[in-house]
């Protein structure tokens, strides 16, 4: 049994195409991420594929049944943008809410108010929330009922660096647990923390790539004799200038070779900096977007 199975799957708004009739499965647990400029429609699909909004055609199964069948949303979850937060109600509210409708234990509230670190303002009204802690609430409420499969619509949008590395650990954690995800987002950097698993959404259709299989590695040295490195190494491996020092594409292995080079050479290396291309240099290759876009 399938995880996600879309078939076929179209939506239109009036005359415009949004979604061309996706294929898509997903047999097991992990993280895909959904990534398309603004108005592509990536919320659209995922609230078609959660039956928020209703298709033209196609099915959309979710661990074996159809996404019309509401019982599914005892194993599946969809964390939505804040517009669907009460600004009167404490977080508390949000959360026992959903524990009623789903019949969960109340002393779930407290333990997924701690898990995403919103344990301090649980009991606080949402319209005092910031951004960030509205990002936290809308994550406790989407796991509370610990999904099997788990959908998310902007989930770093506005989280601060220490709340975006609780995101990511909470989402790895998810996914090793057994959970499949799908999270959309605009931030590629994010992206290429959580996932090799992309889904690009372009006119209509789904892309689907295994980041592992296009990232490129460089090494970033700031060396003593920048002219003398690269004259040195230039030949042998894909180099570039930067200030103070060269940027080298190498593999694990040649890391190794490269500094008992330069040490050779009577090259002092002051600073070495990794840098992995993945999403971003995919997106700017299908979506036709320049370097400086």
């Known amino acids: 049994m399938s995880v996600l199975s879309i078939s076929n799957l179209s ?40 039956n928020i909004l209703p298709a033209d055609s196609g099915t959309v199964e979710m661990l074996g049944k ?35 409708v789903n019949q969960i234990p109340k ?23 910031s951004l960030g802690m509205k990002q936290h609430l809308l994550l406790a409420m989407s796991i509370i009922n ?3 499969l788990l959908f998310l619509d902007e989930p770093l949008n506005g989280l601060d ?6 995101m990511r650990k909470i989402l790895r ?3 090793d647990q057994g959970t499949t995800i799908i999270l959309s987002s605009h931030n590629l950097a994010e992206i290429d923390r959580v996932t090799k698993q992309i889904l690009f959404l372009k006119d209509g259709k789904l892309i689907e790539k295994d980041l592992s299989e296009h990232e490129i590695t460089f090494y970033h040295f700031i060396v003593s004799d920048p002219t003398k490195a690269m004259n040195l190494v230039s030949d042998k491996y894909v180099t570039d200038n930067i200030p103070n020092g060269l940027k080298v594409q190498l593999s694990n ?7 008992d080079l330069l040490k050779e050479h009577k ?3 002051f600073d070495i900096e990794k840098e992995v291309t993945g999403s971003e240099k995919l997106y700017q290759e299908i979506f036709e977007v320049g370097e400086e876009s």
């Open 173 to 175: 954690e998810l996914a």
């Open 11 to 50: 939506k239109s708004y009036k005359k415009h195409l949004v979604l061309n009739e996706i294929e898509l499965t997903i047999d097991g647990p992990g993280i895909w991420a959904l990534v398309g400029p603004n108005g592509t429609g990536k919320t659209t699909f995922l609230n078609v594929i959660t």
């Open 146 to 148: 610990k999904p099997k």
């Open 161 to 166: 660096p220490t709340s975006s590395i609780l």
């Open 66 to 100: 159809s996404n019309k069948d509401p019982s599914i949303f005892k194993e599946v979850s969809f964390l939505q943008d804040n517009s669907i937060l009460f600004d009167y109600l404490t977080g508390y509210d949000h959360l026992k809410y959903v524990c009623d």
């Open 267 to 269: 090259i002092e290396i």
């Open 253 to 259: 292995h040649q890391l190794n070779e490269m500094i």
């Open 107 to 129: 002393t779930r509230v407290q333990e997924v108010a701690e898990y995403v670190g919103m344990e301090n303002y649980v009991h606080k009204v949402v319209g005092n929330y």
